[in-house]
């Protein structure tokens, strides 16, 4: 069974950067391709980053394009999300999520809602 715990929100004015950390617990975290998805009050659940498996290939939503980093490491069982020039927008409850990757060119799976969870970080942006 996959768990994951994230870590790292928390207040900050627009411009600064913060990194969220997310621990998996469970099997073979090598094959999992991670991600980041963010919900803001009255929103609905959307797609941030993600990366697959070997933690080479990346995805971004435009909005966070240039801004945010994802990265994965394979010896810590951990990925992080880099995030810099932070504006107000970025406000929300950060989730992890975690699934097992596929073969192929297949960029939308990653942006998909399946998978596991984490319990989610609040990510606060003053402006």
């Known amino acids: 069974q996959v768990q994951l715990v994230e870590s790292g929100g928390g207040l900050v004015q627009a411009g600064g950067s913060l990194r969220l950390s997310c621990v998996y617990s469970g099997r073979a975290f090598s094959r999992y391709a991670m991600g980041w998805f963010r919900q803001a009050p009255g929103k609905e659940r959307e797609f941030v980053a993600a990366v697959r498996s070997t933690g080479i290939t990346t995805f971004y939503a435009d909005s966070v394009k240039g801004r945010f980093t994802i990265s994965k490491d394979n010896t810590k069982n951990t990925a992080y999300l880099q995030m810099s020039s932070l504006k107000p927008e970025d406000s929300a409850v950060y989730y992890c999520?975690?699934?097992?990757?596929?073969?192929?060119?297949?960029?939308?799976?990653?942006?998909?809602?399946?998978?596991?969870w984490g319990q989610g970080t609040q990510v606060t942006v003053s402006s």
């Open positions: 999520n975690a699934k097992q990757d596929v073969l192929g060119d297949v960029p939308e799976y990653y942006t998909t809602l399946s998978g596991s």
